[in-house]
T-cell receptor, first 112, second 114 residues
Framework: GENVEQHPSTLSVQEGDSAVIKCTYSDSASNYFPWYKQELGKRPQLIIDIRSNVGEKKDQRIAVTLNKTAKHFSLHITETQPEDSAVYFCAGLSGGYQKVTFGTGTKLQVIP | KAGVTQTPRYLIKTRGQQVTLSCSPISGHRSVSWYQQTPGQGLQFLFEYFSETQRNKGNFPGRFSGRQFSNSRSEMNVSTLELGDSALYLC?????????????FGEGSRLTVL
């Protein structure tokens, strides 16, 4: 089955700096890679996703890149703000029933 | 549309007891999946149901079970509770048009086992 590894587990950045979170996956048939943000005490919510036929996708300050050959994808947050502080989860979907496998999460702290 | 609803939100049980958690998905969503969340362990996948059939399963012991009803509402049951079962249990629904799709999470049921 799919295995998704996520690094780093914690990340502290100064407000205004960029943050990068990286994930690797094992199943070369995986074709959809979402990122979820979970603020303290709240439910995870989708912030951006990318499909395997695309190399990069951007939405304002957030971007995701995908390298299918190396089987890794990354979340990039530019001009970080305190409200970006949260736990971020990457995920991969594989198999006929699109089973979702999450990474272990990255706790991002943006220091004002 | 109403969001994903989970009940109860909080509950306290003792070791050896059993518990049943309920999840009502977004209207029209036929896929419901369950996750266990503990500090430092991320989101551990339990199982997924689609049209009353379990189609994906995680690596949890048989004490964890679930089912889905014809109206897509789902329940999960944990029997013979252990201290390590204390966690936030999240359910999520999705439309499932065969190409992945966004998971919509409920607020979770926080279980404490004493």
């Amino acid at each position: 089955g799919e295995n998704v590894e996520q690094h780093p587990s914690t990340l502290s950045v100064q407000e205004g700096d960029s943050a990068v979170i990286k994930c690797t996956y094992s199943d070369s048939a995986s074709n959809y890679f979402p990122w979820y943000k979970q603020e303290l005490g709240k439910r995870p919510q989708l912030i951006i996703d990318i499909r395997s036929n695309v190399g990069e996708k951007k939405d304002q300050r957030i971007a995701v890149t995908l390298n299918k050959t190396a089987k890794h994808f990354s979340l990039h947050i530019t001009e970080t703000q305190p409200e970006d502080s949260a736990v971020y989860f990457c995920a991969g979907l594989s198999g006929g029933y699109q089973k979702v496998t999450f990474g272990t999460g990255t706790k991002l702290q943006v220091i004002p | 549309k109403a969001g994903v609803t989970q009940t109860p939100r909080y509950l306290i049980k003792t070791r050896g007891q059993q518990v049943t958690l309920s999840c009502s998905p977004i209207s029209g969503h036929r896929s419901v999946s369950w996750y266990q969340q503990t500090p430092g362990q991320g989101l551990q996948f339990l199982f997924e149901y689609f049209s009353e059939t379990q189609r994906n399963k995680g690596n949890f012991p048989g004490r964890f079970s679930g089912r889905q009803f014809s109206n897509s509402r789902s329940e999960m049951n944990v029997s013979t509770l252990e201290l390590g079962d204390s966690a936030l249990y999240l359910c999520a629904s999705r439309e499932d048009r065969g190409r992945g799709g966004e998971l919509f999470f409920g607020e979770g049921s926080r279980l404490t086992v004493l």
